[in-house]
């Protein structure tokens, strides 16, 4: 055939369909995309801090066990408010001239997606504690540790950033444990990490409709949430499951006089607005006013901490909190 003899032919053929799939297949698209997505109004700019941490993030793989992807499914409803939308990556730009940066959606889900992880999960102590080792948190954790983003030192200077490691953890290390600047923008990046609301906030349903409120799980008697579930979801992670917190960086539970005494107030503002009152802990965030818990899940949750690990409470019943919560709002007006 003269074709196959004629070498100009042969690959300039080749370079014409190369150049017209590419065309076709990836940049039309892309400038597509690009013209028809816009990032929400309310997004928010990566602080340089966060765009510094992206690229920390990129270089230690967390992407082969975490997505940032909350499909239209039943079972993603954990991982956002809302499935996610192609606005949602529409602001996502180059790292610098030479290197794109992948919208990092992943593929695996080993960890936990962390779409929304700045809102689940805001704590600077217990991010970088977990980066340390997973392990002191999370006893049951396959997430490797990330030991080189920290350093030793005999003694801590005022600028340095403090990491409440137990003396089991440091593997023989004497001295104190302080963040690299590397694991603080890191920890910049996981915490720039929330889903944006929509607009008037008409968040698009999932395919299968939420069912009231029973999907938290029922507890004992019928109507009433399990405190258990709710406890494991928003406080185990620093709390720990025995109630017993960690010293140095979240008070024990289990025992604790706000916990099974009778200043109930204070018990139900801490738990809606957090909690900052001791320089020998972190801060606790406003996990309840955050989740828009209504006194439904704040009773469960009392009832649940006030009966367990040897606490022994009073029972407390949501007429009675919701009280307590109305007259809270009443001093913040
Ligand atoms: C081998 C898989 C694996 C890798 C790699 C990995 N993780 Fe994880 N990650 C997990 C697992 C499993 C969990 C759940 C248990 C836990 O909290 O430790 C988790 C939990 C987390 C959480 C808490 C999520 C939540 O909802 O409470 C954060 C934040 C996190 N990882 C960040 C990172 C960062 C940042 C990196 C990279 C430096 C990373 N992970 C690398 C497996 C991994
Ligand atoms: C990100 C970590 C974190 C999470 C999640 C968290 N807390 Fe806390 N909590 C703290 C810290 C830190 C303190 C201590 C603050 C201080 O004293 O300055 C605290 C204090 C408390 C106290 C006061 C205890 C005492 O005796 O001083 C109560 C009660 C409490 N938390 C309940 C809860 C409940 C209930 C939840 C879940 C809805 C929860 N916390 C989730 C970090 C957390």
Same mark, same amino acid.
């Given at each position: 055939?003269?074709?196959?003899?004629?070498? +100009?032919?042969?690959?300039?053929t080749a370079t014409i369909m190369f150049v017209g799939l590419?065309?076709?297949?990836? *940049?039309?698209?892309? *400038?597509?995309?690009?013209?028809? &997505?816009?990032?929400?109004?309310?997004?928010?700019?990566?602080?340089?801090?966060?765009?510094?941490?992206?690229?920390?993030?990129?270089?230690?793989? /967390?992407?082969? /066990?975490?997505?940032?992807?909350?499909?239209?499914?039943?079972?993603?409803?954990?991982?956002?408010?809302?499935?996610?939308? =192609?606005?949602?990556?529409?602001? *996502?730009?180059?790292?610098?001239? @030479?290197?794109?940066?992948?919208?990092?959606?992943?593929?695996?889900?080993?960890?936990?997606?962390?779409?929304?992880?700045?809102?689940?999960?805001?704590?600077?102590?217990?991010?970088?504690?977990?980066?340390?080792?997973?392990?002191?948190?999370?006893?049951?954790?396959?997430?490797?540790?990330? =030991? @080189?983003?920290?350093?030793?030192?005999?003694?801590?200077?005022?600028?340095?950033?403090?990491?409440?490691? =137990?003396?089991?953890?440091?593997?023989?290390?004497?001295?104190?444990?302080?963040?690299?600047?590397?694991?603080?923008?890191?920890?910049?990046?996981?915490?720039?990490?929330?889903?944006?609301?929509?607009?008037?906030?008409?968040?698009?349903?999932?395919?299968?409709?939420?069912?009231? +409120?029973?999907?938290?799980?029922?507890? &004992?008697?019928?109507?009433?949430?399990?405190?258990?579930?709710?406890?494991?979801?928003? /406080?185990?992670? /620093?709390?720990?499951?025995?109630?017993?917190?960690?010293?140095?960086?979240?008070?024990?539970?289990?025992?604790?006089?706000?916990?099974?005494?009778?200043?109930?107030?204070?018990?139900?503002?801490?738990?809606?607005?957090?909690?900052?009152?001791?320089?020998?802990?972190?801060?606790?965030?406003?996990?309840?006013?955050?989740?828009? @818990?209504?006194?439904?899940?704040?009773?469960?949750?009392?009832?649940?901490?006030?009966?367990? @690990?040897?606490?022994?409470?009073? +029972?407390?019943?949501?007429?009675?909190? +919701?009280? *307590?919560?109305?007259?809270?709002?009443?001093?913040?007006?």
């Open positions: 055939m003269k074709f196959f003899d004629n070498h +100009k032919k042969l690959f300039g590419t065309l076709l297949v990836a *940049i039309i698209p892309a *400038i597509n995309n690009q013209q028809k &997505n816009r990032p929400l109004p309310d997004a928010e700019e990566m602080s340089p801090e966060a765009v510094k941490g992206k690229v920390v993030f990129i270089a230690n793989g /967390c992407v082969a /066990c975490h997505t940032q992807q909350v499909r239209n499914v039943e079972m993603d409803k954990t991982w956002g408010s809302r499935p996610g939308l =192609p606005a949602d990556y529409a602001g *996502i730009k180059r790292t610098d001239f @030479w290197r794109n940066t992948a919208t990092l959606m992943g593929t695996e889900r080993t960890g936990p997606d962390l779409t929304d992880i700045g809102n689940r999960q805001p704590s600077l102590d217990w991010n970088l504690v977990h980066l340390y080792n997973p392990r002191i948190v999370v006893k049951e954790s396959v997430m490797p540790a990330y =030991p @080189w983003l920290f350093t030793t030192r005999e003694q801590a200077s005022a600028s340095d950033v403090v990491v409440n490691v =137990p003396e089991a953890y440091k593997k023989g290390k004497e001295g104190t444990v302080v963040a690299t600047e590397d694991a603080l923008h890191l920890v910049a990046y996981l915490q720039f990490l929330k889903q944006t609301p929509l607009p008037g906030n008409n968040a698009p349903e999932f395919l299968y409709t939420r069912e009231g +409120k029973e999907t938290v799980g029922s507890g &004992n008697t019928p109507g009433e949430m399990d405190g258990k579930a709710l406890y494991i979801a928003n /406080c185990q992670a /620093c709390h720990q499951a025995n109630g017993e917190g960690l010293p140095g960086a979240f008070p024990p539970l289990k025992g604790s006089s706000i916990v099974t005494g009778n200043n109930l107030q204070l018990y139900v503002d801490i738990i809606l607005n957090g909690y900052d009152a001791r320089p020998e802990y972190g801060a606790m965030a406003p996990v309840g006013a955050n989740l828009g @818990w209504t006194e439904h899940e704040v009773a469960a949750i009392i009832n649940y901490e006030r009966s367990n @690990w040897g606490n022994d409470g009073e +029972k407390v019943s949501p007429e009675e909190i +919701k009280e *307590i919560m109305e007259f809270i709002q009443q001093q913040t007006k």
